[in-house]
């Protein structure tokens, strides 16, 4: 792992460049997932061994611990919106608790895909230990029925989810899904209105809107909408959108011209439904999959941007009446995955974060993933963690070692207790 660390850094120009070509994201955000992919094999480098080590247990028997055993092969689907990060997320946790993977890449990023394959390789990591499948969807369900295959990892839709899920169960194998996302951005009264407007401009066009953690839905109390919606409109407005190898722009190209398509099918229905684009609300004609970084505000029930994830620079602001009223909007969704909640209260926060239906809450700060914290979500953003001493073990065999004779009342006895 710390080979793969060195190795990426030592080459993070060429794999940078390679994801923006591929998938259009700013090169700056290229450049910064690259080191992040190092800095997390480093992490389990330097924190596997703790995180795995034997678990000793009082119980009846003289000794007994839980160990924790790799499964064998995982298969990885993982998809195009942060070509290495997604992957690296999915397999070095894996790959430290012992496993081997196979990974099965988005079809639009077939270069980064066997760059991947490339780093653990120059890594010194064993033949075989980490493989890419230049292999299109349709072929899946036959390796999760494999015998040889352990456990399926995958990053996607809720859709995709289901149909993995669905091989998954039927051949009895265990899965992680990492699904998609309408994260709540909650701005209650006592916020600092104006970090809050700074953090949700990029919390919504990181990776040119494209991530299942960015903000989505914006949900502002009536005593500080205004303010909100002004300072958001100017940051958003603000955004430079052009050749994302231009290190002076901020928003790209999104990855394929239909995803422009779905965003706009989204933001017309939702206009025409009595939203109102402030700011943005086209694609950008000419060259290029371009949609203009947006802001919608008036947006409520029925409409496209208050349920669908909009996988694009497309922000839904919503007013609501209290911090009650806010919840409820927050939790009115079928996703479940990240969630950002602003207050100058922060153990009322604490009290509020509790009752959001998300796999992760952040208080007064923008979400994102990171090492030494499990990620994953509830609801139709899937289950199953990643990274962390919980991502870890989930493609292991947590197993009760327990040594006899038993203990009685103290004392050894000559057999275990029976088995009920």
């Known amino acids: 792992m710390r080979s793969v660390a060195g190795v990426l850094r030592a080459d993070k120009s060429r794999y940078a460049s390679m994801l923006t070509s591929e998938m259009g994201k700013p090169i700056v955000e290229a450049e910064a997932e690259v080191e992040k992919c190092a800095w997390t094999a480093a992490w389990f480098a330097e924190n596997a061994e703790r995180l795995l080590a034997d678990e000793p247990v009082d119980s009846t028997g003289t000794e007994s611990y839980v160990r924790f055993q790799p499964l064998g092969v995982v298969l990885a689907v993982m998809p195009w919106n942060f070509p290495f990060w997604q992957a690296f997320r999915a397999g070095l946790p894996a790959l430290s608790a012992g496993n081997v993977m196979l990974l099965k890449h988005s079809s639009n990023v077939p270069q980064s895909a066997l760059a991947i394959e490339e780093v653990f390789r120059e890594a010194g990591v064993p033949e075989g230990v980490f493989q890419t499948l230049l292999i299109g969807s349709a072929a899946v369900e036959r390796i999760i029925a494999d015998h040889r295959v352990a456990g399926i990892t995958l990053t996607g839709s809720d859709k995709a989810g289901s149909l993995v ?7 009895l194998k265990k899965a992680v899904l990492e699904l998609g996302g309408s994260d709540p951005f909650i701005v209650l009264a006592d ?11 990029r919390a919504r066009n990181q990776n040119n809107g494209q991530s299942c953690i960015a903000a989505k839905r ?55 439904l009595g939203a109102r684009p402030v700011v943005g609300g086209k694609r950008i004609e000419g060259a290029g999959f371009y949609f203009e970084p947006t802001v919608l505000t008036n947006v409520r029930p029925g409409m496209p941007a208050y349920h669908e994830e909009t996988f694009g620079p497309v922000a839904a602001v919503i007013r609501v009446k209290d911090a009650e009223d806010a919840l409820r909007v927050a939790n009115d969704t079928d996703f479940g995955l990240g969630s950002n909640l602003w207050t100058g209260d922060t153990d009322a926060g604490k009290k509020l974060a509790e009752r959001i239906e998300a796999g992760l809450v952040f208080i007064n700060g923008m979400v994102a993933s990171d090492a030494r914290l499990p990620f994953g979500g509830v609801k139709r953003s899937g289950y199953g963690r990643e990274l962390s001493e919980y991502g870890i073990k989930e493609f292991t065999n947590i197993q009760t070692v327990w ?18």
Do not use: H, W
């Open 165 to 171: 899920a669905e091989a998954a169960g039927k051949a």
């Open 191 to 201: 916020a600092y209105v104006n970090a809050a407007a700074g953090v949700a401009c």
């Open 218 to 272: 914006f949900i502002v109390e009536e005593a500080v909408a205004d303010e909100f919606e002004q300072r958001f409109t100017s940051a958003v407005a603000a955004l430079k959108v052009g050749n994302p190898m231009d290190r002076a722009n901020q928003v790209g190209p999104l990855a394929r011209g239909d995803l422009v398509d779905e965003l706009e099918r989204q933001v017309n229905e939702s206009v025409r």
């Open 403 to 420: 040594v006899g004779p038993a203990k009685v009342d103290g004392a050894k006895a000559s057999s275990p207790p029976r088995a009920e």
